[in-house]
């Protein structure tokens, strides 16, 4: 797993809570490298798990909702450190579409070992995605985190039915994103969720 999602992990919590609390994550956590990540560096997904089951103990906040929380966190840093992939997409749809023939192939070009999740798209109508998600560390939390940050960025409503296909495990997840009815019945764009 990218080093990258581990310092943005740390800057997360570092920005919402006291930093003895991370000391903390870190020390329940028990990581064979002390909590000492580099954006660039490769480090194994049990660690990611294992930072983040213990963030939720120490705060109290269910896994599912840190996670997504997580993925809000990501989606702003992505929007900032990498805006020629935001820029093109007219709408959120669009730039969901992306992900995996576009955005992902320029994320191997510069990381060629990163372990990316899949996801295959799909429109059943022109104001409609649905994205299957494929990804054996089953962080489909984070994924819906993004995608509901990129559908408030671009600022037209979506509802968003998630089913998760792997009987619980949280590795194949369908993501049904449909205009809400402010978006089929007005212009105006309406107040965040």
């Not at 213990?54 to 997580?70: A, V």
């Not at 990501?74 to 805006?83: E, I, K, N, S």
């Not at 619980?168 to 997840?173: K, P």
């Amino acid at each position: 797993m990218r080093g990258l999602l581990f310092t943005e992990l740390f800057a997360m919590v570092d920005a919402h809570h006291p930093p003895e609390l991370l000391e903390r994550v870190i020390d329940a956590a028990h990581l064979p490298n002390g909590g000492a990540y580099t954006a660039v560096g490769n480090y194994p997904a049990a660690e990611m798990t294992r930072l983040v089951q213990c963030l939720g103990h120490q705060t109290g906040q269910p896994l599912p909702d840190l996670l997504q929380g997580f993925g809000h966190h990501l989606y702003g840093r992505f929007l900032a450190d990498h805006a020629e992939f935001f820029d093109p997409a007219q709408d959120a749809l669009t730039l969901l579409e992306s992900v995996d023939q576009h955005i992902h192939v320029e994320v191997r070009k510069l990381y060629p070992a990163a372990e990316l999740p899949v996801f295959l798209c799909h429109r059943p109508t022109p104001d409609s995605l649905v994205m299957l998600y494929r990804s054996p560390r089953a962080l489909a939390d984070l994924a819906e985190g993004l995608i509901r940050s990129c559908i408030t960025h671009y600022g037209r409503p979506y509802s968003v039915e998630r089913e998760d296909l792997s009987g619980g495990a949280g590795t194949e997840v369908r993501f049904t994103l449909r205009p809400t009815m402010a978006a089929t019945s007005s212009d105006q764009t309406p107040a965040h969720e």
